[in-house]
């Protein structure tokens, strides 16, 4: 014991320096009766399993009902045993974030020895009103699935399937309002709602989703869909596996002409390697495993010919041990470390010196526990780290510092050096211009047909350092209590405490960013002297010349607490929920110190300061619902609730120090590459939130039924409603005086006063952070969904009818190609200047509306020890409008007259082609030497190779005037006659992967 003793306080001793969300656990609950239908109080109920190093035990209460609180993840035999009753056994599945039901029904000792109860799987869920479903690792493995964790996203019921590499696919709301756990840990990009981290599927026991319903435990606050993950874990028994799996070019179907999707021309490869099993029997489990994708990309070519490799390597590992010195503690910790590095990214049109690299560092620790104190309450614990810092760059570097000093020069001779350089194009209407660029043209430029061309960039890349690292420190606390007999109640409080922080710094490459005007730019006279024409211009960032007092990096923050407090009443056939969720988050800018004037703030570049806090009382999240087991099996049900999402990207894009750390200077150069004179780049500042703004909500009204149709078979139905509002946007403060908003919005500025406030400041934005007035998204959908599983075949299918709409749409702020990234939350380009404002054609069906949706997947186990996998979905095709500045030309705070987000018709008035999609699985076992076993898989995914076209171009500048059969005419002044939309995007082409792996 004293051994014992230690072995504890050192693994608690190593895993506390890490510093939550759910809890890795499941549950088992049921009730125990006689044949008669009589209570058996008691009955002593026992749950084994090989990923629980010891036994669980616990006794029915007076109504004879259990509870197995947490619970490894896994298949559990549960034995039954009262004196002068059949000792009676059954397996049940504790699944990832579920507590599942498991009642049995014992007869008098005599007539058998021992009962064996066949378990059930169902979609019926007597207890919760939560939109929840699961997967295991045999029936993830047994499916067209590929590495990445997000892949397991296309298999979620009524959740658009989607191919974008970073934003979430739409769940009625906005892609960046989803939530990512892994292992436990939220691996969410910090103040951006995207996926940050690059979690695989190889370490995966089971993983759950939640996407509606939920209850007032585990902090659900997603106002999409949560998804989770457990990882593998030890047993008894030493067990793992070893895998080699491969993608080549020649597995890949000739793709659409246009598209050049780079993973596809890759040799990709992916190495695992995972063992599990005891350090100390029945009480202290290890698993470990090793991962290294790696794509490589030869003999690449551009207009400027060859290039060097593309290189994509990430070595990761990641170590779990689970510990249960007696039965009643459960711990679990993990560690995982991944080094991913990236060289040789080009553009189609840059020369073979201006590559860029990177490397991130991804580390995550967890730390959690829990502790069965009777058969009536439990405590658990949590702690998480998470780390992901990211470095990127050039790959050559030009040492070269850039002056401010007039009369410093560009060494014209070696201009291919000094950063990096767009190469200039002849304008056939100005001689003068075409006469001066031609030589650079011809030294620079590719050759096309013969001829050099200009319009590529030569040179090294434009930074030199380009660094973006996220951090989250997070912990938790819940007790559970169960009180009464007859009518019981299951409560649970909790409290939860996460900071996130972000860290972007940039230095230039020598003088950055280098054009080539030929004299077609004009110096005015404040920044030269005198108005001189400009041959060649610089942009770089600020901090690649050392400016005094100007800080290194921006640092922002996000803090956010709750607290949680759930009832679960269960009353004969009927269970109600009530539950309140109240959260305070706050967000931390840098460049501000409070002062006793106006504003109550002054500019101190480097300094933390307390952006803006949402309190308590605006986020409090009640969460209400009712389910009845009409027949004591089948359910109908109905729920509210409320969410306040947390992702905010206002702690970074409004803060004070962004104008500093973000800043770009323009050099102006004469013919002999000689400075005239530098100005700052115009660009984003602090911004000030107006007084009383709210966070962001979505309420959620659901109701449904489900019916278990025998053991193996059952179904469930439900219609939701979805109002999203109070949305947070940075916008022009007189935007609703000076840009003809329409009744019914104040004609008053956000801040009354705020150029004496940004006075008293010493700088700022006239852009504000405020709730835009009737911003709104409403989602209606109606999902079938119905699950069978036998002993050879599981079965899943769902259907959904949706409607998606609003004048928010959070996932349509920016250019086709561009949304799929961390787009600014609160700073996007919605409400920026004269044709962004929601009155401007804003309102109509939204990007991630899908009203037809369906959704089919499973396997089947052939009798020569093989399996088939497939997955098919349908979905309808994604709305568009045209976009053009034609129709806002006039209007007072012009932001250029670019095309981007400026709505020309009413949202959605377009729609691409619809979607499907079909993907296949086969594996092959082959039984080895002392129960070794050979799997050989084989993927294939879009089988049918149908590349229907997405993210249609929509922009009238850029699709121009038609001349040619393929036009389309439109409403719009200035361009009556276009042509037509075309897709940037296309799905996947189909491609097979095959891979062999051997377990032991």
Not at 58 to 83: E, H, I, K
Request: glycine share 10%.
């Amino acid at each position: 014991m004293p051994q014992l003793r230690r072995l504890i306080c050192c693994l608690l001793v190593v895993f506390a320096a890490t510093s939550v969300f759910a809890q890795q656990t499941g549950a088992l609950h049921g009730r125990v009766t006689a044949t008669d239908g009589s209570a058996l109080p008691g009955v002593t109920v026992e749950a084994k399993s090989n990923v629980l190093p010891q036994p669980r035990v616990t006794v029915t209460d007076g109504n004879g009902d259990y509870r197995l609180p947490q619970l490894q993840p896994g298949t559990y035999t549960l034995q039954f045993t009262l004196s002068g009753m059949q000792t009676t056994t059954r397996r049940a599945d504790a699944l990832l974030g579920q507590d599942n039901a498991a009642d049995v029904k014992m007869g008098v000792s005599g007539v058998s020895e021992n009962i064996t109860v066949t378990a059930e799987s169902t979609l019926v869920n007597k207890e919760s009103t939560a939109l929840q479903d699961g997967l295991s690792q045999q029936e993830i493995q047994k499916l067209p699935v590929a590495q990445s964790y997000g892949d397991l996203q296309k298999l979620i019921p009524g959740v658009m399937y989607s191919q974008d590499t970073f934003r979430g696919p739409s769940a009625g709301s906005s892609g960046q309002d989803n939530v990512y756990l892994f292992d436990g840990a939220n691996v969410t990009m910090p103040l951006y709602g995207i996926l940050v981290a690059e979690p695989a599927t190889h370490d995966i026991a089971e993983v759950n989703v939640i996407k509606g319903g939920a209850k007032a435990v585990d902090f659900y606050r997603a106002g999409g869909f949560q998804i989770d993950s457990v990882s593998k874990s030890g047993t008894n028994k030493i067990m793992g596996e070893v895998e080699y799996q491969l993608l080549k070019p020649g597995m890949v179907a000739a793709q659409v002409a246009g598209t050049k999707a780079l993973q596809y021309r890759q040799d990709n490869s992916w190495s695992t390697a995972n063992v599990g099993g005891p350090i100390l029997s029945d009480r202290l489990f290890f698993y470990g495993s090793f991962y290294r994708p790696n794509a490589k990309l030869g003999n690449q070519t551009n207009v400027y010919g060859a290039l060097p490799d593309y290189l994509d390597r990430r070595n990761e590992v990641f170590g779990k041990l689970t510990f249960t010195p007696t039965q009643s503690w459960l711990f679990n910790s993990t560690y995982r470390s991944s080094h991913h590095t990236q060289t040789g990214s080009f553009s189609n049109t840059g020369s073979p010196t201006t590559g860029s690299a990177s490397t991130v560092n991804l580390k995550i620790g967890t730390l959690e526990g829990s502790k069965i104190i009777n058969n009536r309450s439990f405590a658990t614990f949590k702690f998480t780290d998470f780390k992901n810092p990211g470095f990127g760059g050039s790959d050559f570097s030009t040492g070269i510092t850039p002056s401010l000093t007039p009369g410093a020069t560009l060494d014209l001779n070696n201009l291919n050096k000094m950063g990096l350089v767009t190469v200039p194009t002849a304008l056939l209407t100005n001689p003068a211009q075409a006469a001066f660029v031609q030589p650079f043209i011809n030294k620079y430029g590719y050759v096309s047909n013969g001829v050099p061309t200009g319009g590529g960039t030569v040179g090294f890349g434009s930074f030199v350092q380009n660094d973006d690292s996220f951090f989250r420190k997070s912990g938790q606390i819940g007790y559970n209590l169960t009180l009464g007999s007859k009518i019981t109640q299951d409560l649970h409080v909790g409290y939860l405490r996460h900071n996130d922080a972000e860290d972007l710094f940039r230095i230039s490459n020598g003088w950055g960013a280098i054009t080539i005007p030929g004299g077609t730019v004009t110096c005015s006279a404040a920044i030269c002297g005198t108005a001189k024409p400009v041959f060649f211009q610089a942009v770089f960032n600020a901090q690649t010349i050392g400016v005094p007092n100007v800080p290194s990096k921006l640092h922002s923050e996000f803090h956010s607490q709750s607290f949680e407090l759930n009832d679960t009443i269960h009353m004969a056939n009927w269970t109600f929920n009530a539950g309140l969720l109240a959260s305070n988050d706050s967000l931390y800018g840098q460049g501000l110190k409070p002062a006793d004037n106006l504003a109550g703030w002054v500019g101190s570049p480097g300094n933390k300061y307390k952006m803006y806090e949402f309190p308590f009382k605006d986020m409090i999240q009640p969460r209400l619902g009712a389910t009845w087991a009409y027949n004591g099996t089948d359910t109908v049900y109905t729920s509210y609730a409320r969410y306040n999402q947390e992702a905010n990207s206002d702690a970074r894009a409004a803060s004070w120090d962004r104008a500093f750390v973000t800043k770009t200077v323009t050099a102006n150069f004469d013919q002999n590459g000689v400075l005239l004179g530098t100005a700052p780049v115009s660009g984003s500042s602090g911004k000030l939130w107006v007084p009383g703004t709210k966070p962001p909500e979505m309420k959620e009204y659901l109701i449904g039924t489900a019916k278990q149709f025998g053991p193996r078979f059952s179904t469930r139905l439900y219609a939701r409603y979805k109002k999203g509002d109070h949305y947070v946007e940075d916008t022009n403060n007189t935007a609703r005086v000076v840009l003809n908003a329409p009744a019914g919005v104040p004609k008053t500025p956000y801040i009354p006063d705020l150029p004496d406030r940004l006075k008293a400041i010493g700088s700022g934005s006239t852009y504000v952070v405020a709730n835009l007035d009737g911003a709104f998204t409403k989602y209606y959908e109606a999902t079938a969904e119905t699950a069978y599983s036998g002993d050879k075949i599981f079965f899943q299918g769902s259907y959904t009818w949706s409607h998606y709409y609003g004048n928010f749409d959070q996932d349509n702020s920016t250019t086709s190609l561009a949304n799929d990234g961390g787009v600014f939350i609160g700073s996007s380009n919605i409400a920026d200047g004269a044709g962004h404002q929601l009155w401007n054609n804003m309102y109509g069906t939204l990007r991630g509306d899908r009203p037809s949706l369906l959704k089919l997947f499973g396997s089947y186990s052939l009798p020569w020890k093989s399996s088939v996998g497939a997955f098919f979905v349908f979905q309808s095709g994604q709305p568009y409008a045209l976009w053009s500045n034609l129709p806002y030309l006039g209007l007072p705070l012009p932001d250029g007259t670019v095309d981007t987000a400026k709505y020309a018709e009413p949202a959605g008035s377009r729609r691409s082609p619809s979607v499907h999609q079909l993907d296949l699985n086969y594996t092959q076992n082959i039984a080895l030497i002392r129960s070794m076993n050979l799997q050989i898989l084989f993927d294939m995914f879009n089988v049918t190779n149908s590349q229907t076209g997405t993210n249609f171009e929509n922009r009238v500048s850029i699709l121009g005037a038609c001349n040619t059969s393929n036009c389309i005419s439109t409403n719009i002044a200035g361009a009556p006659s276009i042509n037509a939309p075309s897709p940037n995007s296309f799905l996947s082409p189909r491609r097979y992967q095959v891979a062999a792996r051997v377990q032991f």
